[in-house]
Structure formats: structure tokens, C-alpha cells
């Protein structure tokens, strides 16, 4: 008997995987409207490039939090620290732009990152509030990077080099466009 992981991946390949055993959920074991249904639904699992990119985002997510877990830091708080080293001064929503966040969960998380003591506010033109990384942030930047080599590493491992590198060409082509788009 097929596991239900096991379903839903035999439905990225060819199409030809049996896919008919339920085991969870309500109506388990029965059979709705036949072969149609089944054909749209493979579809959908099959080309939905929406589902499979935060499949993704939660296996990498994972397999970097974990890596980092030795610092108490998370993926996308190092990512939020990364772009404040990188760019000094940006303002809250600068960052949601960036990391295309919502600005609420970027409110929070610099929160987080206040009371942490790895990054600070000042004031900048006209009153408006800027972040910078402290020094607890910068060793903390330095202390993650052969946590989070390894978690590249582990990426590559995962899903293979070809992937990981089309995923970050997607992520520079998507970049590219939207810098286009703004200007």
C-alpha cells in the first residue's frame, strides 16, 4: 500500500502512478467522480508551481533552521540580519520590499530582533527610524556562516546542485524583473 507521501509523488511523475488508495481524512477508501477528478486533481499537484515552491520553502526552511538551531537563530531572522549587514539604514518597510514580507510579520520579527540585541534603531531624515546591526549582530552574522555553509551543503545534498542553482536563477530572474519594473 502506498503511503500518502508516496502518492502524491507518484503523481509528479509520468502521470502513471496509481494514486486511488485514500488513507486519510473524511471518506477515506471512497472513490468520488471517478478517473476525471483524479486527472484534474494530478494536474494541479503536477504543475502547480505555487504548492511545489513552498514545499520547497518548508524543506529548506527546515534544513536551515535546523542548522542554525546551535545559535537560537532562524533562517529568515539571518536573512532579515543579512540584508540590515549588507544594506545599513533601511527602514522597517524597506525590508518587507526587499524580502517581499508582509510588513506586519517584518514588525514582529525586528522585534524579536531589538529585544535580542542584534540590531538597533536610530533616527534618520525627518524622524524616520532606521536599522542597523549591532555589534552582537555582526559576530552573530560571523558565527552563523559555517552553520549556514552547511546548510547550503545540505540543500545541494537534498534536492542536487542542478535544482538549487535554478531555484536561486529563479529567485535572480524574478530580482532582475521586478528592479525593471520599479524603475
Known amino acids: 500500500m502506498h503511503t500518502q507521501r508516496q502518492r502524491i509523488a507518484d503523481t509528479s ?8 488508495n485514500v488513507e486519510a481524512g473524511e471518506g477515506a477508501g471512497v472513490e468520488r467522480d471517478g ?7 494530478r494536474e494541479i499537484l503536477r504543475g502547480c508551481v505555487c504548492s511545489r515552491t513552498r514545499m520547497l520553502d518548508r524543506v529548506l526552511s527546515r534544513l536551515f533552521d535546523d542548522s ?27 525590508v518587507a520590499h526587499y524580502l517581499e514580507m508582509d510588513k506586519s510579520t517584518v514588525s514582529r520579527g525586528l522585534a524579536l530582533m531589538r529585544a535580542r540585541g542584534w540590531i538597533e534603531e536610530s533616527r534618520g531624515p525627518r524622524g524616520s527610524r532606521l536599522l542597523n546591526v549591532t555589534a552582537e549582530g555582526h559576530r552573530l552574522l560571523h558565527d552563523t556562516l559555517p552553520l549556514w555553509r552547511s546548510a ?7 534536492l542536487g546542485e542542478e535544482s538549487v542553482e535554478a531555484l536561486r536563477g529563479a529567485a535572480d530572474s524574478y530580482l532582475r524583473l521586478r528592479a525593471r519594473a520599479t524603475h
Open 13 to 20: 511523475d509520468s502521470g502513471q502512478g496509481s494514486g486511488t
Open 35 to 41: 478517473g476525471a477528478g483524479r486527472e484534474v486533481a
Open 68 to 94: 542554525l538551531a546551535p545559535l537560537g537563530v532562524r533562517a529568515n531572522q539571518l536573512t532579515v540580519l543579512a540584508l540590515l549587514g549588507a544594506m545599513e539604514g533601511l527602514r522597517a518597510a524597506d
Open 152 to 158: 547550503v551543503e545540505g540543500a545541494r545534498e537534498t
